[in-house]
């Protein structure tokens, strides 16, 4: 059975691996917090959306196993929360440089918001473990 942890671990960039720490933390604090859990045919998570309201904005996150990619869960997902919202914000890992658990480079879901309607912002968020972009929606 796929965990969160499990797929947070096998596809996020393993450079942000420590926010698993802190994750219930963090989701703890945030305001108006709304989940969306994907199952497939047997009850295994394979994706998990999330939106909340921060900053006069509200931001979500999208996490895919590797078995629900170029499946159309992320486009409906998104379809869903473009239906709920007026306008949506996120972060972005923008580069393919970034290495997984397993070693394999991470790949940058940036084209798949573009094609989705999102727009690059002109703010950033790099450290030196991780480079973002951030990303919006508006109707």
């Known amino acids: 059975m796929h965990s969160f942890l499990g797929i947070w671990s096998a596809e996020y960039p393993s450079a942000i691996k420590h926010y698993l ?22 009850g295994n998570l394979v994706g998990w959306y999330f939106d909340f309201q921060r900053n006069g904005e509200r931001q979500f996150a999208i ?6 990619k170029n499946q159309g869960v992320g486009t409906y997902l998104l379809s869903q929360a473009k239906q709920k919202h007026d306008s949506l ?9 970034c290495l997984k658990s397993n070693r394999e480079y991470y790949k940058s879901p940036l084209n798949f918001y573009l ?3 999102f727009k690059i912002e002109p703010i950033r968020w790099d450290s030196e473990k991780i480079k973002t972009v951030k990303i919006s929606w508006h109707k």
């Open 63 to 68: 996490l895919l196993s590797a078995s629900a």
């Open 115 to 117: 094609k989705n309607g």
């Open 89 to 97: 914000y996120g972060w972005v890992v923008d580069s393919d440089d």
């Open 21 to 42: 720490n802190t994750l219930e933390d963090y989701l703890n604090k945030l305001k108006n917090l709304q989940h969306v859990f994907v199952l497939d045919d047997v």
